[in-house]
């Protein structure tokens, strides 16, 4: 019979470090999915699911097992991403004329005749990571978490240790941001 | 334009395809690799430092020595050109009376 996490963990924090691998490979799928999320680039991903587990193992301590580990190991999760996206702002100030042509036929497509651009094209994929990562870190992650990840403003609040009321003034912010975006680049494209 | 059909019709396209969960191979081996390396990092860093202030120490005492060496030289000779400097007024005296 597989241990417990509660098992290892004790285990890992009498000085077994090798308990903590089992925990790794259990978790490390979730993690990578929600590091895809923040960062495009496969080593960006490799280096934050790194870092979480790196930060997971020395905090270990501060874990009390009131909730289940994957909630704590989440929490730490989102808020590495978050670190990561303050840390790499680097395509906020980019104009939108790089937009590809299969980005700019789907554009040019919805402006024609909103309903017939499919949300599930590839091009309208490319073209939301590209609006997001004209966001600020914090209107990207609540973005992210509350309109694509679906979750509820009380989630939000334990995964980033915002209060409430900040996450519910940052998701509106978030949403004027990127509308403001949005038309920036209708401007950009058809102006 | 639409912007907030055109927000719905994005945020959508992001729904619609969740990034995926692979891992790439051995992935926790490396994890653990690096969970292992700060502290040998941590203990060989230790160890060239102690080396680096050995060898000050040495460097350091050495130089004291020749210093020591030199000034215990230097002050005798000192001492007999103070000597004579002092007394030289008083050899003159004497020559003086002779």
């Keep these: 019979m597989e241990p417990s996490d509660s098992e290892l963990i004790a285990a890992v924090l009498k000085g077994d470090s090798a308990s903590f691998e089992p925990l790794i490979a259990k978790y490390q799928p979730r993690v990578f999915a929600t590091a895809r999320r923040y960062a495009r680039r496969e080593s960006e991903v490799e280096d934050i699911v790194q870092e979480v587990f790196l930060k997971a193992f020395q905090k270990l301590s501060s874990f009390r097992g009131e909730a289940p580990f994957e909630h704590w190991l989440m929490r730490l999760a989102v808020r590495t991403c978050y670190d990561f996206l303050r840390g790499h702002q680097r395509n906020r100030e980019k104009p939108f004329a790089e937009l590809s042509e299969p980005e700019t036929d789907w554009l040019e497509r919805f402006v024609a005749e909103p309903d017939s651009a499919s949300e599930h094209a590839d091009a309208a994929r490319q073209l939301i990571n590209k609006v997001m990562e004209k966001l600020s870190p914090a209107n990207q992650l609540v973005i992210t978490l509350l309109e694509i990840e679906d979750r509820s403003v009380k989630e939000i609040s334990k995964l980033t240790g915002w209060s409430v009321p900040l996450v519910k003034v940052r998701a509106f912010r978030a949403r004027a941001e990127m509308k403001k975006i949005l038309s920036k680049m209708s401007q950009e494209k058809y102006l | ?98």
């Excluded at chain 2, 210093?67 to 001492?79: G, I």
Aim: aromatic share 10%; with cysteine.
């Design chain 2, 1 to 98: 334009m639409d912007l907030t059909k055109l927000q719905d019709k994005l945020i959508a396209a992001a729904r619609s395809r969740p990034p995926g969960d692979q891992v790439p191979y051995a992935f926790e081996k490396r994890v653990m690799a690096n969970l292992r390396q700060p502290l040998a990092d941590a203990w060989s860093s230790w160890g060239s430092a102690l080396w680096r202030a050995a060898f000050s120490c040495v460097v350091a005492m050495l130089l004291v020595m020749a210093w020591s060496q030199a000034s215990t030289r230097t002050s005798a000779d000192l001492s007999q050109a103070f000597e004579k400097t002092v007394l030289a007024a008083a050899d003159h005296f004497d020559e003086d009376l002779q």
